[in-house]
């Protein structure tokens, strides 16, 4: 079954099952209504009898002021203390003792006469012999009948009419509200799956309901698609051309080796040399694609109480270790900061080991703790980065100078890497460099 048609079958059915209550509690309020008019239009017809009864002194006199306050449709019967009817009189219905049985416990008591509802109320008053009897008042209540009759036939009508508009209007509604916007978010998704595009709807920019919000979703989710999309293809394409050039270097150097190797030591050296240092270049880059990858398919962090201080120490000591070079530590300590410790030691590996391939003097690394933030700095005195490169340089793959690349093995992925690990402690990366004098990278980790 469609959502179109259920929606409507369900909302039909509700509106339905609200009109009926909504009529059948309007009828019962008016025949209440009706009821409790009746009682008292009795009741005061009731209590002039009275009142006329007191004054009367003879049997023969009371009888004619009975009869003079008989209703038109209805009876009156006086009935002493045992239960006998001293007087009954009636217009032309037809009552007999039967017809006519009152429940005292009852204000007024419903019956049926001819299959017409009738009323009757009974009151006390005092007979001309001074005894208390009781009046019963009879009422057939043939005005409220056809009153209720005509209102029913009227609520009928009501909910024929309400039913009839209720689903012309919902057709336009739901095709107009719901399913449109549904039919034409299906459409578009049918020709991004068979166009192989990333197709978007048109929405109104002052939609403020669930389907504009859906809409835009949509559209957001589509873009989101289309640029991971783009970013997937720039990746495989400059993975394969990163690639591909050690591969051809190796393929070269090794039809060297294999042409001249054997015969002349000199060339199979260089052939050896060229052919390691590529393969530990493209081993490498594969490792830190991997990381690339496994960073963009799901990063975990755990958040602890970190001695940044400590933590700097722990990174430079086997970098001094490893390249001999000169790593320093400025700043203040010890700072408490609430971050991922491996990760963050994965950062500053990073950082340091790009500022050693690109520098030939001392590397420094300064620590300062802000009101809301901890600032780690990485300083070199290299040669610089111009600054039309800055906004990239933590772009995959980005080359600043092919051949600088080459002479120190870089790949252009340790930066991108770098953006990913810092995006994920929450930290910023900013990058200032002058040709010349060197680069310095700060990350700033904020303290909440």
């Known amino acids: 079954m469609k959502l179109k048609t259920k929606i409507h079958l369900y909302s039909i059915l509700l509106m339905l099952v609200i009109l009926t209550v909504t009529n059948i509690g309007i009828y019962f309020v008016f025949e209440k209504m009706g009821h409790r008019t009746e009682y008292y239009q009795m009741l005061v017809r009731a209590k002039e009898l009275t009142t006329s009864l007191s004054q009367m002194n003879e049997e023969k006199d ?5 009869i003079a306050h008989v209703p038109a449709n209805g009876a009156i019967r ?33 019956g049926s006469f001819n299959e017409i509802k009738t009323m009757a109320i009974t009151v006390p008053a005092i007979w001309t012999n001074g005894e208390v009897v009781h009046i019963e008042v009879l009422q057939v209540m043939e005005e409220l009948e056809a009153s209720l ?33 549904i039919e034409k978010l299906m459409k578009t998704m049918s020709d991004s799956r068979r166009l192989g595009t990333y197709e978007k709807i048109s929405i109104s920019a002052k939609g403020k309901d669930e389907l504009s919000q859906m809409g835009r979703t949509f559209n957001d989710m589509m873009e989101q698609l289309e640029q991971n999309y783009k970013k997937q293809e720039q990746f495989v394409s400059n993975a394969s051309h990163e690639l591909k050039t050690p591969l051809t270097v190796i393929e070269s150097y090794s039809r060297l080796l294999s042409r001249q190797g054997f015969d002349n030591r000199a060339v199979a050296e260089e052939a050896v040399n060229a052919i390691i240092s590529e393969s530990v270049r493209m081993k490498e880059m594969i490792a830190q694609m991997l990381s690339l990858a496994k960073n963009n398919e799901k990063l975990t962090f755990e958040f602890a109480e970190t001695e940044v201080r400590s933590v700097v120490e722990k990174v430079v000591q086997p970098m001094r270790q490893a390249y001999a070079r000169d790593f320093t530590i400025e700043g203040e300590g010890p700072i408490e900061l609430r971050t991922d410790e491996n990760q963050l030691k994965q950062l500053l590996f990073i950082l340091l080991d790009n500022a050693r391939k690109y520098s030939e003097r001392e590397i420094k690394t300064i620590i300062r703790s802000n009101e809301d933030s901890v600032e780690i700095s990485v300083m070199d005195y290299g040669q610089g980065i111009p600054e039309q490169h800055l906004p990239h340089i933590f772009d995959r793959f980005y080359r600043v ?16 890497i770098a953006k990913e690990i ?19 990278i700060r990350i700033i980790i904020p303290k909440k």
Do not use: C, H
Request: avoid cysteine; aromatic fraction near 2%.
């Open 422 to 440: 810092a995006t994920g402690l929450g930290a910023q990366l900013k990058i200032e460099s002058i040709v010349g004098m060197g680069t310095t």
């Open 401 to 416: 100078d092919e051949d600088r690349n080459r002479k120190t093995g870089g790949s252009g992925l340790g930066l991108a």
């Open 62 to 66: 009371a009888r004619t002021i009975i």
């Open 78 to 110: 006086i009935v002493d203390d045992r239960g006998k009817t001293i007087v009954t009189t009636q217009s032309e219905l037809g009552l007999t003792e039967g017809n006519f049985v009152i429940n005292p416990k009852e204000r007024y008591t419903i």
């Open 149 to 181: 009759r005509l209102l029913k036939l009227i609520l009928f009508g009501v909910t024929i009419v309400a039913m009839v508009l209720i689903v012309v209007g919902l057709s336009i509604t739901l095709g107009r509200i719901v399913i449109q916007p």
